[in-house]
């Protein structure tokens, strides 16, 4: 099994920039992200003291980390083989792309209404570094700046409860087979223009209908190149 990696050259400052205080959330968000982005794959053993280490931590926010990404189901422990990256839930996608419509969609009408400049300069800075990372190839980047850009766009919502349920589902959701397929970056970054032009306006039903049709093309994209169970 690989090793913990060595953290993307933008992260070195992650944990001093992220929105929750605590430290146990910072690294908690840090793997999340990390997770999502593919750079902790399905089944890969994370080992506490590595990732502190490599954090300038003590083991203890590590352990915490793990037992938030545990309960959301970001990773799985158990007495022998510690924390795992738990396995996505394919044979479920569709009922949890239609959780995601109804909840992501709540959450970025909430965000529209409480757009800021700066938090908009945020996210297309975070559009900008996607767009570098689908240039270089670097599927890592592609889709760690993707994690970013959707949370912090749901955490302007303050809706908390909806926020915490949206993790779970980012947890389960096959995002590794959706970010594989040729061609699906261009398709996002596309789809994010759209949503950003809504989002300047502080139209919150165009910014609704914006992410809807983000979340539902994805799907449609990954339901077409993967075959599901055959009895759904």
Not at 76 to 93: I, L
Not at 114 to 139: I, K, V
Request: proline share 6%; aromatic share 6%.
């Amino acid at each position: 099994m690989p090793g913990l990696p060595q953290p993307a050259p933008s992260s070195g400052s992650a944990l001093k920039s992220m929105a929750p205080q605590t430290k146990e959330h910072q690294v908690a968000e840090l793997l999340r992200e990390r997770i999502i982005a593919g750079t902790f794959v399905r089944g890969q053993r994370l080992k506490q003291a590595e990732i502190a280490r490599q954090l300038n931590l003590s083991i203890t926010p590590v352990r915490e980390a793990l037992r938030l990404l545990e309960a959301e189901g970001y990773v799985r422990v158990s007495s022998h083989r510690g924390a795992v990256v738990a396995p996505f839930q394919v044979d479920q996608a569709d009922e949890l792309y239609d959780l995601r419509l109804v909840l992501e969609g709540k959450l970025t009408a909430a965000a529209a209404k409480r757009m800021t400049d700066d938090a908009l300069h945020a996210l297309t800075l975070l559009q900008e570094e996607m767009c570098s990372a689908t240039e270089r190839g670097d599927r890592h980047g592609i889709r760690g700046s993707n994690f970013r850009f959707h949370f912090r766009l749901y955490e302007l919502a303050d809706l908390p409860h909806t926020l915490e349920f949206v993790r779970v589902l980012w947890a389960k959701y096959p995002f590794d087979l959706l970010g594989a397929i040729p061609g699906r970056p261009p398709v996002v970054l596309d789809e994010h223009a759209v949503l950003l032009d809504a989002l300047r306006q502080r139209d919150a039903r165009l910014a609704l209908r914006a992410m809807q049709a983000h979340i539902t093309s994805g799907h449609r994209q990954f339901t077409a190149t993967y075959t599901l169970d055959p009895g759904r």
